[in-house]
């Protein structure tokens, strides 16, 4: 843990909070596929008001305002694949190019500034609508998950979660392991051991989970499997080895792939936040079982208990005095943001440590 100390010692550090700029250069999740239609719906993304509404085979994202006079789009009627608002009548095609101003006679010729503002990216992935509202920061991706498309795994949704928290928070929450015994007491935290054992983590630059502001972790112990059929048979033992393994991929995309070695089983947990506001996120987070034999009901039980550690995690998110991420790097003013040593960190928090150098790098690499 020396060397982490080393790394971030005297550095000045960056506030990042849910609405900083250089969250405008990444990719977030703004809703589910399965509940984007041809309707217009209004999402929040870093402050800013989108519409989003599915025209033909692709998922339309623009900037929720009539290049008129403002009107929420969200709020228009769908033709012609477009939409058309409801306060002057202006029609949109499906690329936010103004087609019509009913208010014009027919042959008037229509302002080339007359549409819809785009954002920098859409893109749909394992069930999800990921968008980048200026262009994508080189060295910044998607996240990568081969559970998704294995035909082995069973796929459950949690539900869509609103939370007054940090997109930051969260993600170092789902990379710590230490308050496992104390925060999920009522879940599985019980039997947890309080001691963090030592975690191999690996940067993964062009590689798996994918990109240049990603990691990897791993981790590998033995827990009393109560949930075992087999153990009250007598067929395995009570204490079997569980191996971790967590994926980053910045800014706010996270798994935790969970295997069960003598049970022969998987279970992946898929997190990925939506920061909405300085105040809000949302969440999207699915499971994906392969041990489940195609069983709905163990699924929904599966889910039900995912949601149940959910929540206990944010009754500590929600209370939380200070909605920001400290960060190891330059560009502050002396004064305008709180040093790392505001934290202490220890040799259990080689991961979150991981999580703040590399949000660190890439806002770096936003600024330049």
């Given at each position: ?18 609405t ?9 999740p ?8 041809e309707l ?10 989108l519409?989003?509404?599915r ?10 305002r ?14 012609a ?5 409801a ?9 936010g190019?103004c087609?019509e ?11 080339s ?23 994508p ?6 996240p ?6 294995d ?8 539900p ?15 990379l ?16 947890e051991d309080?001691?963090?054992g ?17 990691f ?26 569980r ?6 991929v ?17 279970n ?5 936040v ?19 034999a ?11 208990f995912e ?5 206990e ?10 909605l ?10 002396p004064?305008a ?32």
């Amino acid at each position: 843990m020396d060397t982490v100390k080393a790394s971030i010692k005297s550095v000045p550090s960056i506030n990042l909070n849910n609405t900083h700029m250089a969250l405008r250069r990444c990719w977030h999740p703004v809703a589910r596929c399965g509940d984007i239609s041809e309707l217009p719906m209004g999402v929040l993304l870093l402050g800013e008001n989108l519409v989003v509404f599915r025209s033909g085979d692709r998922v339309r994202v623009f900037y929720d305002r009539c290049a008129h006079r403002g009107y929420p789009m969200h709020k228009a009627s769908v033709e012609a694949g477009g939409l058309r608002c409801a306060y002057h009548g202006w029609l949109y095609s499906p690329s936010g190019a103004c087609t019509e101003i009913p208010a014009l006679p027919g042959d008037t010729a229509i302002p080339s500034r007359a549409r819809l503002r785009q954002v920098g990216g859409v893109e749909e992935r394992f069930g999800l609508v990921f968008v980048c509202l200026d262009e994508p920061l080189p060295g910044v991706t998607l996240p990568v998950l081969p559970e998704a498309s294995d035909a082995t795994f069973m796929a459950g949704d949690l539900p869509v979660l609103r939370t007054r928290s940090c997109a930051g928070l969260l993600a170092d929450n789902f990379l710590d392991t230490a308050h496992f015994p104390f925060v999920h007491a009522g879940t599985f935290g019980a039997g947890e051991d309080k001691v963090v054992g030592s975690f191999d983590v690996r940067r993964s630059p062009g590689g798996t989970p994918a990109g240049e502001f990603a990691f990897s972790a791993s981790y590998e112990h033995l827990f009393a499997n109560r949930e075992d059929p087999a153990v009250a048979k007598g067929e395995r033992p009570l204490n079997q080895t569980r191996r971790l393994l967590y994926r980053y991929v910045a800014p706010f995309h996270l798994s935790l792939r969970i295997d069960y070695v003598e049970a022969e089983g998987t279970n992946t947990i898929g997190f990925f936040v939506c920061p909405e506001t300085d105040e809000y996120c949302r969440i999207f987070s699915t499971i994906w079982r392969n041990d489940l034999a195609g069983d709905e009901a163990r699924m929904r039980q599966a889910v039900d208990f995912e949601l149940e550690v959910l929540k206990e995690d944010l009754l500590i998110q929600e209370s939380m005095a200070t909605l920001v991420l400290p960060l190891p790097g330059p560009g502050n003013p002396p004064g305008a943001a709180r040093h790392p040593a505001a934290e202490i960190h220890t040799r259990a928090d080689r991961t979150t440590v991981e999580l703040r150098r590399v949000l660190g790098e890439l806002v770096a690499r936003s600024a330049d």
